[in-house]
């Protein structure tokens, strides 16, 4: 494990990977009770946005499937499935303070923050292979699985957490229950931020 550590680029690679996952996945389970309570849809509408929010994180691992197949540095894509998050999020804050078309913000910003997921995610497990020694993948995916798993863990508990404890507090975060959720996906779309600049170093070192 030292010696995979002690590689160039490694440990702030581990960092971005942390913070990216964390942010995204703080939207998993709030997504649907969000499009309920903020957008009035209904349960069987809420459930497909499961298969929308897959759809999009398909289509991003396909996307980065291919580019990175054909020589592709992953860093770079890793920063667009972040930026391709951001403004997924801003999408669905926006959709539920538009009187007209906030439906489909919504959706548009969930497709947006499944494929910036799946980017994401393909994006940094190449780029931890690559930066691994070759008597060391096999330890580097592990490291790759173990923080991300723990950072998406961590996401999830936190957004219930936070929401929760913001609903508690009546009239400080606006009407109803959407500034609650609003404050948790603008905390989210933060986060994707602060990987992007955690990930400009890696960006600059080149590598393949």
């Not at 779309?189 to 602060?194: P, R, S």
Request: hydrophobic fraction near 55%; avoid cysteine.
């Amino acid at each position: 494990f030292g010696v995979l550590m002690s590689r160039p680029g490694m440990f702030p690679l581990l960092i971005v990977i942390a913070l990216g996952t964390f942010g995204f996945g703080m939207a998993d389970v709030l997504l649907e009770p969000y499009g309920g309570q903020a957008l009035h849809l209904t349960v069987g509408e809420t459930t497909k946005l499961t298969a929308l929010f897959a759809l999009g994180t398909l289509v991003g691992f396909g996307t980065a499937s291919r580019v990175l197949g054909n020589g592709a540095r992953p860093m770079p894509l890793a920063v667009l499935g972040a930026l391709v998050g951001v403004p997924g999020f801003a999408a669905i804050i926006l959709s539920s303070l538009i009187s007209q078309g906030g439906i489909w913000l919504f959706l548009g910003g969930t497709f947006a923050v499944g494929l910036g997921i799946g980017l994401f995610g393909h994006a940094t497990l190449t780029a931890t292979m690559r930066t691994a020694p070759a008597d060391r993948i096999g330890l580097a995916l592990g490291a790759w699985g173990a923080v991300q798993a723990t950072a998406a863990g961590l996401g999830v508990a936190l957004a219930g957490v936070v929401r929760d404890g913001l609903v508690a507090l009546p009239g400080t975060f606006g009407s109803g229950v959407v500034g609650p959720y609003n404050t948790v996906f603008a905390v989210e779309a933060l986060i994707l931020i602060v990987a992007i600049a955690f990930a400009v170093p890696l960006l600059k070192r080149g590598g393949r």
